[in-house]
């Protein structure tokens, strides 16, 4: 941005459009993961070796590819890579290839630690209840797994059930994440789904007999809905006593049902705007706390809410008191996204696997890694996605910047912070920079601005040819969560 007066206008120019919401990812959009031809060999020994300059940690994501059918498809809107889901023989096969996928990569992570464990999807909660367990063998089959450590599994209501939780906890999952997205009925058919209502209170039921912490993700923005529904919705869950409540805007972008039949439909901008405030203010006062975008605590839970594996993408550097550590992000599995960060000199690599489960199998059984297209970061692209990850939470440390990056934020992007200020949507103090009021709702916007120049000079660069599929570039822009 050249000047104060140019980023408004990027602001007024942006401002009524729908935005895209990127809960984990960060910068670049994956549309710019160019590299097809990844050389994961010199990827592994260069995280090897700047891992001795800064330790860290991994912070893996196990995928699983398979969903229920829905009509409209995917759910009218969901951007992830999945395949239908027809029978128990496809999760029975697709186990032995992720283990054989673990075998090409344990050597690289001897003596590895574990920060968490997530299992994700597509619906990582179709498996039998035996298969928990052979999910975690799989799991140890590479890593050591900790006692203490979080391992969180995602899932919708209609394919919980109390034996699938209870088995869960058995081998050492300890923390559930369920999409529930809503619970008005209207809404539920509008997106195919089948689940019902009754569903997401005996799961909450189970969980709280079982002593298990779970989150629950509601989404607003749906084709039709109104405040009064979304409330209500709010407040029947706020009413369980959840921890922990993930509230976004629903994305609409691609080839899907929403995008193609069902914008008319959709609410403004403006709309969804009021939607947020409201959301808000209901959870506020039902007793949550915000601490991200997307994320509200209840203020008086027995136990601290716990989503580490969202945290740590947030935060992938902090400090140990000697120096700087990480985590290293592996997606492990079909359309598994991997972030493995080097150094500021050294930047390291971004990553992800096929999306087509064929492909992915045939990769696994010529004993390949994987993986279908990636991007090589700069140094100017690891501190904007270092950036976009520490704005989820609300935030910037100044000093941290500083220190691990060698700049000052404020200085490196003085325009858009003086915009914003004057805007009302940031306050820059010496040690931080806060989003604040609606800045928190137009978050993917202010991403946007920060990261304007680069982009554009990135566009320049691509070649002509050079073509990511829009479902690729898409579904990693939205929310891991089911």
């Not at 729908?18 to 050389?39: T, Y």
């Not at 995602?154 to 999409?179: W, Y």
Request: net charge negative.
């Amino acid at each position: 941005m050249r000047d104060v007066r140019a980023a408004k206008a990027f602001v007024e120019k942006h401002r009524k459009r729908r935005q895209s919401n990127k809960v984990l990812h960060g910068h670049p959009s994956p549309m710019h993961w160019a590299e097809q031809d990844v050389p994961m060999d010199a990827v592994l020994r260069a995280r090897e070796r700047t891992n001795r300059e800064i330790p860290k940690r991994v912070n893996l994501y196990v995928g699983t590819p398979y969903c229920l059918p829905t009509d409209p498809d995917r759910c009218g809107f969901c951007l992830f890579p999945t395949e239908i889901y027809t029978g128990q023989r496809q999760l029975d096969e697709y186990l032995g290839y992720l283990e054989r996928e673990g075998d090409l990569f344990r050597d690289h992570f001897a003596g590895a630690e574990l920060a968490s464990i997530y299992f994700g999807g597509g619906t990582s909660n179709l498996y039998k209840p035996h298969q928990y367990a052979r999910l975690m063998e799989i799991v140890g089959g590479v890593f050591d797994i900790p006692a203490d450590i979080e391992i969180t599994l995602e899932g919708i209501p209609q394919t919980f059930s109390h034996d699938k939780l209870a088995a869960m906890k058995q081998c050492g999952m300890n923390r559930v994440s369920m999409g529930v997205q809503q619970l008005d009925e209207e809404l539920i058919k509008a997106s195919g789904r089948r689940q019902r209502a009754d569903q997401v209170f005996r799961t909450l039921e189970s969980c709280r007999e079982l002593d298990l912490p779970i989150s629950v993700d509601l989404i607003f923005g749906w084709p039709n809905q109104t405040i009064e529904q979304m409330v209500r919705d709010l407040e029947t869950v706020a009413a369980t006593g959840v921890a922990h409540i993930t509230h976004y805007e629903l994305n609409v972008a691609g080839r899907t049902d929403f995008a193609r039949n069902r914008r008319g439909d959709l609410p403004s901008q403006e709309e969804n705007l009021e939607m947020y405030r409201a959301g808000k203010a209901v959870l506020e006062a039902c007793g949550y706390t915000q601490v991200t975008a997307y994320d509200f605590e209840r203020r008086d839970a027995p136990v601290p809410s716990s989503y580490l594996y969202e945290e740590l993408f947030r935060k992938p550097f902090a400090s140990n008191g000697s120096g700087p550590v990480g985590c290293d992000a592996w997606g492990w599995g079909y359309a598994g996204i991997s972030f493995f960060f080097g150094t500021p000199q050294s930047p390291g690599w971004a990553f992800m696997n096929q999306v087509r489960v064929d492909e992915y199998f045939r990769c696994i059984r010529e004993q390949r890694y994987p993986v279908m297209r990636g991007f090589h970061y700069t140094p100017a692209d690891l501190r904007l996605h270092l950036l976009f990850q520490e704005m989820q939470g609300l935030a910037v440390d100044r000093a941290a910047y500083r220190k691990l990056l060698g700049r000052d934020v404020v200085d490196e992007h003085a325009v858009v912070w003086r915009a914003l200020e004057e805007i009302g949507w940031v306050t820059v103090s010496d040690d931080a920079v806060r989003v604040r009021d609606d800045g928190v709702f137009y978050l993917p916007l202010i991403q946007n601005m920060l990261a304007h120049d680069r982009l554009e000079e990135m566009r320049r660069q691509r070649p002509a040819t050079t073509t990511s599929p829009a479902s690729v570039a898409e579904a990693t822009e939205a929310p891991a969560h089911a």
